[in-house]
């Protein structure tokens, strides 16, 4: 380890508390391997082929969307994730299974569409031209979309959205087609609904608390009695002891909570993965995670993760970005010591 490698690193925002949506599989190393047991990633797998609906529990930067990226990513080839934004849509689309329902036709209408750049119009074309391409390093490129659509299936998915449907049933029957498409070639659809704590802020959103309540009065149901639908549904812990999200439990098949990262070893991983992938971008071998961060410092940092609610975003990565800005620029340092750590904790507390 080299002070030029510290440097790549940080260069290369090794540690980003948040990285792009597309990369969290590529950066996710899965809380069953940390902690050897099969509770999260492969539960969920599992579920969802079974069909469940899943509520996902984590506090935010718990890693509930890392989790769902790791379970749901293009390699898995099964597995068809179909993500419906709720909370930032009309708070029809949450609360009113018609919209919800047209929300859905549209959301595989889109995807369709972005599976298929030298299909359709010349708009599409234009859409598909001006959307960054994501490009990282060899192996870990992801294209947005529904990855390894068949033409066949792309064609009957694009007839079925395209069908006209006005009344209510009609609706309704064009999204269980859709859904049947997808199964009729072997594939899982699971709808994702990843964005459900944007109704804590009261803030940003003034009508969340009734927007919240309506979509668990609604929403759950719908999935389960209407659309028989796998879902993958991330939640806080304070949805708990909501008297919506109880009421809904009925049509909730399973509860996973995203655990914690169990040990300093465990941080080294992720450090580890980061690493590699950084280094990986400017076509250089990986380094050993103990290489770059001292083991007094991993223990420092699991001590200081394990004492707060298990935010790896905030009371992980955060801590190591900011102890790695604070090793290159501490000109002796040739990787992360405990100094470093313990600086970077005082300084976000402080
Ligand atoms: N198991 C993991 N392995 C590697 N990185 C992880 C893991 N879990 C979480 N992270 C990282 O922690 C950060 C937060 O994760 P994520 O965005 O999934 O949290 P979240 O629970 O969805 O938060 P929010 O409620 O704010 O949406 C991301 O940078 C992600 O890469
Ligand atoms: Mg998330």
Not at 193 to 213: H, M
Not at 298 to 307: E, G, K, M, P, R
């Amino acid at each position: 380890m080299t002070r030029k490698d510290l440097e790549i690193l940080y260069d290369s925002g090794a540690f980003d508390p948040s990285p792009r949506h597309q990369e969290l599989f590529a950066v996710h190393v899965p809380f069953d391997t940390m902690t050897g047991t099969r509770g999260c990633e492969q539960a969920l797998a599992s579920a969802l082929r079974r069909r469940e609906r899943v509520t996902l529990v984590g506090t935010s930067g718990a890693g509930k969307s890392s989790v769902i990226a790791a379970t749901l990513h293009p390699m898995v080839e099964d597995l068809v994730p179909l993500p419906i934004p709720v909370a930032v849509e009309r708070p029809a689309v949450a609360g009113d299974p018609v919209a919800f329902v047209r929300h859905l036709v549209q959301v595989v209408s889109r995807l369709v569409q972005q599976a298929q750049p030298d299909r359709g119009g010349q708009a599409r074309k234009i859409e598909n031209e001006t959307r960054p391409k994501i490009k990282r390093g060899r192996g870990f490129s992801v294209t947005p979309g529904l990855v390894g659509l068949s033409v066949r299936l792309a064609y009957e998915l694009e007839a079925a959205v395209d069908e006209p449907s006005h009344t209510s049933d009609q609706i309704m029957d064009q999204g269980r087609q859709i859904l049947d498409l997808f199964r009729s070639r072997g594939l899982t659809p699971v709808l994702v609904l990843d964005d459900t704590d944007r109704w804590l802020n009261t803030a940003y959103l003034p009508e969340s608390s009734q927007t919240r309540a309506a979509f668990f009065a609604t929403i759950p149901r719908l999935l389960a009695e209407e659309l028989d639908a796998a879902a993958a549904i991330a939640v806080h812990p304070t949805y708990l002891d909501d008297p919506a999200f109880r009421a809904a439990r009925g049509f909730l098949s399973r509860m996973i909570s995203v655990p914690a990262v169990p040990s300093a070893g465990g941080i080294a991983a992720i450090a580890h993965r980061r690493i590699a992938l950084a280094m990986d971008r400017h076509g250089l071998p990986a380094i050993e995670a103990n290489e770059v961060l001292a083991d007094a410092a991993l223990v420092t940092l699991h001590d200081y993760y394990s004492s707060r609610p298990s935010d790896v975003r905030r009371n992980l990565l955060l801590v190591l970005h900011a102890a790695l800005t604070l090793a290159v620029d501490d000109l002796d340092a040739k990787r992360i010591e405990r100094g470093h750590v313990e600086l970077a904790i005082a300084e976000g507390e402080g």
